[in-house]
């Protein structure tokens, strides 16, 4: 069973950054697309990143020049790094990936940003 694991969030002041991370419990090679999502309350998810295989990032318009999304193949581990954080990034952030063989789509459980004075 493939495991997705975010870590990395929490309570952080409007400026401040954090760095959230996902471990996957196969090679991240065998993915064709990993990304991240996030959900706000009361709001649909919606997409933060998106890292196809071989190509770079691109980000929603809300986030550029703010977040950049990196990958460690050794442990296979998808990262985030998120500055300049706003109110309006609170959310619960997910990452997912997709399996180039199978297309099968995995989904972490989900670690929760707030940003708050």
């Known amino acids: 069973q493939v495991q997705l694991v975010e870590s990395g969030g929490g309570l952080v002041q409007p400026g401040e950054s954090l760095r959230l991370s996902c471990v996957s419990s196969k090679s991240i090679l065998s993915y064709d697309i990993m990304g991240w999502y996030r959900q706000a309350p009361g709001n649909e998810r919606e997409l933060v990143a998106t890292?196809?295989?071989?190509?770079?990032?691109t980000y929603a318009d809300s986030v550029k020049g703010r977040f950049a999304v990196s990958r460690d193949i050794v442990k296979n581990t998808l990262y985030v790094q998120m500055n300049s954080l706003r109110p309006e990034d609170t959310a619960v952030y997910y990452c997912y990936a997709r399996d180039s063989r199978t297309f099968r789509v995995y989904w972490g459980q989900g670690t929760q940003v707030t940003v708050s004075s």
């Open positions: 890292v196809p295989r071989g190509e770079s990032a």
